[in-house]
Every structure is written in structure tokens, then in C-alpha cells.
């Protein structure tokens, strides 16, 4: 079998040389070179286009780095790394883009096949299934069913899924090794700013009192918010300094703390871009790893996320290009819970169905819990819990796992004084609806258990 190979050399000698020894071989050596891209864009088109099922790429092109190279391997092609002979520093870049295979630029026409045929027999290897989603319906985690058939796995409510990303690491320099993967809840809404924000940033700090280590990650690509609601002022992002280190395969577990504020004993804070013409720096594949990373970090990763889940830009270019959403399409595919936020009025709720029946067209294998956030009896006849549940129930099959009451006093205190609705106002009702969420999501007691008033 012959195997079609791209290449993108930018203007390396070596790509003439092995096209000419294959040519005089009449390509019995078992590979034909039906590409030569002129950089690295093209390639990347090749690649979608299904034309060849290896890349050559040599070590020195241009713009060649993990998000690269992880969207070669999504077209399913394997990619050889090409360097200069004796040449340790093209091997160490080309590692740290995440390649694997290398061969030197000298090597013999039979050298490169034998690289190749290895390359493309480990990619048609390779490949597995996600393993089961272990959360389930609200009612399945608050109290329902009995104990023993309560989502399970030490302090959090999930035990299987992504079980691979866990290894025996350090939550920081110092601290016990943890050995059981932490879990990642996304937090999104549709357009209208329903309280993403303030529903991600206290359902952290309650998972944290609650004896969770919490990692917030700001990960909003329209600008957020999240470092001015814990009294932040930080221009210099965590987050796209952790996805730069991502790309270059160089972020670690130690790495990521040093990067995040240390908001409490168990909270931290990963800043996210406060300018939305950022948002190129917050690539999906870097996402990825990063939150891979922090479910070695936490025991509870909480996303704020954005609102749009558009991928207008394959119909925009002829060419694979950066998807502005793809950072959020990449937390919700990876996240092992969703929490839809939906404003408790009739236009917010109206928003929410249509955003749910996009979150669906998605077709993301991971459970979705309803939460409905400013609930008041102003804005909604009648007992706002029947009718409330009601309405989703006749529009989208499915019950509120959380109804957050509509605070505004106590949130604008928290507000001026840069601090969280625990510190602020700590008999805020908002406050003590979260913390019922926060119960049920880690499967742990509520601490409002046994307060009666004597």
C-alpha cells in the first residue's frame, strides 16, 4: 500500500532531495508525496481535505506548534517531524509541539518510509471511547434516592469520566499527592447576561467552604469579568499565559497554581482577557490541556464560559481558521457538567429555550442542569417555583436544578467591596441558594443541616 504523504518544508533542500530519490524509485519505496505546501496553513488544508494520511513538517516552519499539530492529528494524520542530523534543539521544539516521530534530513528515501508506515500504523492504533458521564438528573444527586445509589467517588459526585487525566500529582509545591481526578462544571448561558458570572464565581467559593479545592477559570472570549468580582485588578491573564505554556507542552500542575490568585485556603482564581479582541489567545486545543491540568490541580474546575456557540468561520474561509467560539465549544465538550444559566423573567426564560435547543443541536455528551438565576415574584405570576418549572417543563422537558433568588442589594455590596456574597452579605439568600447547588454537585453534607431554632 502506498501511502500519501503532504509536506511543508518552507523551502528546505531536503524536500527536493526525497522527491527526487522517489521519483527515480518510481515510488516502490511505498510512499508518494502528493503535496508540497508552501507553509503551514496550506498543510492544514490538505489535511481537512482528506488527501494524505502523513505530513512531513520540517522542524524551522513557521507558526508549527501544539494547536498545529493537534489539528493535523483531528484530520487523522500522522506527523513526522523532520530534522536537521545531530540537531538536538530541532527535536526538543518538535516534542514540545507534541510530535513524536522524527527522522533526519539526510536519511535515506527507505528511512522515511519506515518512519512513516510507523507513524500511520500508531494513528490507525489508536483511539478509545469516553468513558461513562456519571452525572445524571438534579434529582439523582440531592437527596432522591438513597445513599448508596447517590453519585459516588470520594468528595465529588462523578467517579468515572475522563479517569485517564489523573495521575499520582501535586496540588502545589509542598501539599499531599492526589491521585483521583477533579471534575470540571461549565457555566454558560445565552445572550443577555443571565448571571453566568455571579452564579460561577460563588458556586466556587461555596465548593471551597464546603472543603472543595475550587479553581475558578474566567474563560469568557467576550471579555470577563470574574478578577473585578473578587477585587482583582490583573492585567496580565492567567489564562492566556497558562494556554501559551499549554502550546509549547511545557504546563504542569506546579506551573498552573503559580498562575492563579490564591483567593482562600481552598480557592483559586484563573483570570481570564478583560478585551474581547483577545480572544485569539485562548485556543481550544491549549484550553484543553489546561483544564486536563486542573483537574489535577482541584477537585471542582468551575468555567465561566460565554454565550455564543456559533461555528460560522468554516463557511467564512477556504481554509481551516480560528474559531472565536471554539474555546467555549471546547470546555462544554470536555466538562463533566453544564449548568445552563437562564434569567427568571419572561424574555430571559424565552432566550433559555432557544440557548438549550442550540446546546442540544450541539449534540454534547455531557449532562445539562437548568439554573434560573433573578427569580422574584415581580416578574413571574403566581408561586414562581410551580410556574417556573412549569414552563421548562412544557418547553424543554426538563425541571430547574437550582432556582437562585434575585438579591440585588447584596450583590452590589459585594460588588463595591470587591468581595464574594460569603463575605459581603453572608445571610443573602442568592448565597444560600448556591450553596444548596454546591451540596448537590459534590455529594457532600449541607453545612444548614441540624440549624434549627430552638
Known sequence: MTIAVASAADGAPWEASLLAELGRSNGVEGITVVRRCVDLVELLAVAGSGQALAALVDAHVRRLDADAVDRLAASAVAVIGVTAPGAEADVERLRDAGIRFFVPSNAAAAVFTAVIQAAVAERSESGGSPAENAFGDPAFATGSLPPDQRLAGGSGPASGRRAEVGTSTMDSPGEPARTRPGKVIAVWGPTGAPGRTTTATTLADEMARLGQRSLLIDADVYGGVAAAMFGLLDESPGLVAACR??????????????????????????????????????????????????????????????????????????????RRNGATLAVLEESDLILAVGSADPIGIQRLVRGLGELRAAAFDTPVWIVLNRVRRSAVPGTPEIELNAALQRFVGQSCAALLPYDLLGLDQAAVAGQTLAEAVPASPLRGAVTELAVAICGVPSPRQGRRRK
Open 245 to 322: 505554556q499549554a502550546q509549547s507542552r511545557r504546563l504542569d500542575v506546579e506551573g498552573l497554581a503559580s498562575l492563579c490568585w490564591q483567593v482562600s485556603a481552598d480557592l483559586r482564581v484563573l483570570t481570564g482577557i478583560s478585551r474581547a479582541d483577545r480572544w485569539p489567545e485562548l485556543r481550544s486545543t491549549a484550553l484543553q490541556t489546561v483544564l486536563t491540568v486542573a483537574r489535577a490541580l482541584a477537585d471542582y474546575t468551575v468555567v465561566d464560559l460565554g454565550f455564543a456557540l456559533e461555528t460560522d468561520e468554516e463557511l467564512s474561509f477556504d481554509t481551516l481558521a480560528p
